[in-house]
């Protein structure tokens, strides 16, 4: 008998009521309908029977007696049918047993929902039958099986298994092969309970969420108690009333030691065993073997569709054809039919001509003349008729031979359906991988660091590994967990007070660089070292004058004091013969030729080039090249951008080995830089404004200070306390090798930035923070040529052109970050 369910909340949202009776067949699932092995009677008067549900006119209504009469009498003319009884009188007439169940042991089952049932399995009926047939109590031992039923082990204890596995390594497949082997051991997951809500009948919409997985399926059934799980706490409170053989299925929570040491709390009773079950390494053959079965099936049904629309599309331009061809013959038929009339009209007008030539022959001679003329006119007319009939003829059997041929054309042998066959790479496979995934990668990225294997110490009574023995399945895990923990992120990450440090200091630092090549770059400024450049050349000029005349002095000098040293010995010699007494006559100054030399020999102001053209790494101040000029003069906006790569990726890669505090973690995956970059930086990253397509095309940009390895980790060149100068120096040096290429006609070295935009030119605009740089009448002024200010010193008010590209790489990011503002 049936009676509604009460208690229910008046606002929630509630499923029909349902009842539904019948048989299935052993191995069969419990619910009717779900297979082919099973046939029932439901409460809204439908028949399933082989999937079917048809109508039968019948409802079971609140308060009857319903009766299920399985006849398998081989003497009956009923035999191997099953009836339906309302309150002791026939409901339907006998429904024939599927095929799958003829011949097969069979067992009743009551399927209910939103009601209350009250089942007898007595020897007396509740409604009498209008004939004799006996009761499930009534039955013969040569007509009933004693099937083996799940009860406890050798011990006198029933065992609760823990499957622990790796995830996306064949964890439900495993479970799914040893239900099937083991079929007295009940499931307890998050699918199971959905499972059995979709064969009662509950609708769960497709579900394509971010946090949908094996483990922990997205419900959105619409049902409160279903959609928060409240169902799993009445299912633990069951569990520990109803013992039998239990499989918990939980992948995440089987690996982390303190979450199986909750679940394994429902279980500390005497009548339990927990037992840990360990399936990781290398499948055992016959579980591979199945795996491979299984990827087989799949491919051939994804070839079979695929030929299925093939053959479907083939199908309809037959259609398609065929239509073509009902026009052509209609076409055939009309011209067939012109044909026709026009070949009667050609008899005619010969019939016509030989009559008028008879008549001719009783005519006056006088008209014989022109009887013949008109007789011949009429045989000529009637040849013509005739000759384009011949030829309508001849144009519709060419007609005909050209459409057979096109038939004969179109006819193609059927494509047989195709038989799919596993390649070698998919041979060696001992996973088959899912469309969804048994763990998000939310979960995964933040559980893999308490992922541990199962000890006697967790509390199991026994530690069993299925597939590869402790030591290789150990072994297997540690190899797993590294590669894990390479390609996982750790979702968790706090940057460290290292990293903030250096980043201040970076940050201060950059300021600076960018006030003195705003400096350096000043219109105003860059006027007045060109004049003082030219003032000192003038002056220079005007030296060398000078010596030159002082040298040409002096040898003036030279040259008249030798000629006085001439004469004076004449006279010495004409004085010697009147013997005068001798006078020494006393020296003139002579003009210091050591400094005329030195001032002839001062050397000239080096040309530009000749400045540049220098050893980057030995200088000794990168502020002060010569003449006050800083190293990084030269740099535009694409320069800024690759030092400031530079320092954030050489940065990022040390502060994350001290910030994930794990020797395991030995860096950064190159497919993470965006989201890392956005936990140390609090900045968008994005590769395209940088004119590159992926992660690893940037990193080449700066390949002078990181690079990727092997394993695809981000790795630096430079030391943890790098000084910030380096940078500068090796940008400097791709500058210049960049611009060299560019002047060889190399454009494969031009850098496409996606630049933001500049300021645009007005007068009274912003004077900068402090004062800055004028020209004219206000406002900000670029460097002529540049691409983009520098960002402004720490503590000044950052003003954005156009408000930037977010994303860019001056975009303006968090707080925190180099450009933020």
């Known amino acids: 008998s049936t009676e509604p369910a009460t208690g229910t909340p008046r606002n929630a949202p509630m499923p029909r009521q349902v009842l539904k009776v019948g048989v299935v067949a052993e191995g069969a699932p419990l619910f009717l309908g779900e297979t082919d ?25 609140r308060g009857q007696t319903v009766g299920v009469l399985i006849n ?38 009551v399927n209910f929902k939103n009601i209350t049932v009250h089942t007898n399995f007595g020897s007396d009926p509740f409604a009498q039958l209008p004939f004799t047939c006996r009761t499930m109590q009534q039955m013969d031992s040569k007509d009933a099986v004693v099937a083996p039923g799940g009860g406890p082990g050798k011990d006198g204890k029933y065992e609760v298994l823990f499957p622990i596995g790796l995830p996306d390594e064949a964890t439900f497949d495993w479970l799914d092969d040893f239900l099937a082997k083991n079929p007295t051991y009940c499931e307890l997951s998050d699918r199971a309970i959905i499972k059995w809500a979709e064969s009662s009948g509950m609708h769960r919409p497709s579900v394509n969420s971010w946090k949908n997985s094996n ?33 918990v299925m939980e992948v995440k929570a089987n690996l982390v030691p303190s979450e199986r040491g909750e679940l394994m709390k429902k279980f500390n009773t005497p009548m339990y065993k927990k037992v840990a079950q360990v399936t990781m390494g290398e499948p055992a053959a016959d579980f591979k073997k199945t795996i491979l079965d299984e990827l087989l099936k799949q491919k051939q049904d994804s070839v ?96 005909k031979q050209e459409v057979k041929e096109e038939e004969e054309e179109k006819e193609e042998a059927e494509e047989p359906m195709p038989v799919a066959e596993l390649t070698e790479e998919e041979k060696k496979q001992n996973f088959r991988k899912k469309a969804v995934s048994d763990l998000t990668t939310w979960n995964l990225s933040s559980q893999i660091a308490n992922f541990s294997l199962p000890i006697a110490e967790d509390g199991f009574d026994d530690v069993r590994f299925t597939w590869s023995k402790k030591a290789q399945a150990e072994e297997h895990f540690k190899a797993w967990l590294l590669r894990q923990k390479i390609s996982c992120r750790m979702e968790d990450l706090t940057p460290g007070d290292w990293f903030k440090q250096r980043l201040a200091d970076w940050q201060k630092v950059l300021a600076e660089w960018h006030l003195t090549h705003t400096e ?109 000029e800083p190293l990084f003069s030269q740099f535009t906006f694409e320069d800024w951008a690759l030092l400031s790569l530079r320092l954030e990726l050489s940065l990022m890669a040390h502060a994350f080995k001290k910030d994930a505090g794990d020797p395991d973690r030995v860096g950064i995956h190159e497919s993470h830089l965006p989201f890392y970059y956005n936990k140390y930086f609090a900045k968008s990253f994005n590769v395209r404004y940088y004119g590159v397509e992926g992660n690893t095309d940037l990193i080449k940009l700066v390949k002078d200070s990181v690079s990727v390895k092997e394993s695809g980790v981000l790795a630096t060149e430079l030391a943890e306390d790098f000084a910030f100068d380096t940078l500068v120096r090796r940008a400097e040096e791709d500058r210049r090798s960049r611009q060299h290429r560019l002047n060889a006609g190399d454009e494969t070295a031009r850098l496409n930035f996606n630049k933001p935009p500049e300021a645009p030119a007005h007068h009274g605009g912003y004077r900068g923070a402090g004062g800055g740089p004028r020209v004219g009448g206000g406002g900000y002024a670029p460097v002529h040529g540049s691409t983009l200010p520098p960002p402004p010193a720490p503590g000044q008010q950052f003003h954005s052109y156009g408000g930037g590209i977010k994303g860019a790489p001056y975009a303006g990011g968090g707080k925190g970050a180099p450009y933020a503002g």
């Open 37 to 61: 092995a099973s046939i029932s009677f439901d409460s809204e008067g439908f028949t399933v029977c082989e999937k079917k549900r048809e109508s039968n006119g019948k409802r079971i209504a």
């Open 72 to 109: 398998l009498d081989p003497k009956s003319p009923n035999k191997n049918t099953v009836s339906l009884f309302l309150d002791g009188v026939r409901a339907t007439q006998p429904v024939a047993l599927p095929e799958a169940m003829v011949g097969k042991t069979l067992f009743p089952v």
């Open 215 to 247: 483990d922990k399926p997205d419900v959105n059934f619409g049902i409160p108690m279903m959609d928060d799980f409240s169902v799993r706490r009445v299912l633990n409170a069951v569990v520990a009333t109803q013992p039998r053989n239990y499989v």
């Open 304 to 399: 079979e569709l695929a030929w299925k629309s093939r053959k479907a599309e083939k199908e309809r331009e037959r259609e398609r054809e065929k239509i073509i061809k009902a026009q052509k013959l209609r076409m055939e038929e009309i011209r067939k039919e012109e044909l026709n009339r026009r070949k009667e009209e050609a008899l005619k007008a010969v019939a016509d001509a030989g009559s008028e030539a008879q008549e001719g022959e009783v005519k006056k001679e006088d008209g014989d003349a022109e009887m013949k003329a008109e007789d011949g006119e009429a045989k000529k007319e009637g040849e013509v008729k005739e000759e384009e009939v011949k030829k309508e003829e001849t144009k519709d059997e060419e007609m």
């Open 520 to 628: 350096w770059n000043d219109p105003v400024k860059q006027a007045m070292r060109k004049a003082e450049a030219e003032h000192a050349k003038a002056k220079a000029e005007e030296e060398k004058k000078a010596a030159a005349a002082a040298v040409a002095a002096a040898s003036a000098a030279e040259k008249k004091e030798g000629e006085g040293e001439g004469e004076k010995k004449e006279a010495e010699g004409e004085k010697k013969d009147g013997e005068e007494p001798e006078v020494e006559a006393k020296p003139e100054a002579e003009p210091n030729k050591e400094e005329a030399e030195k001032a002839e020999e001062k050397p000239t102001e080096p040309a530009e080039e000749d400045k540049k053209d220098f050893d980057i790494f030995t200088i000794e101040n990168i502020l002060d090249i010569g003449d006050g």
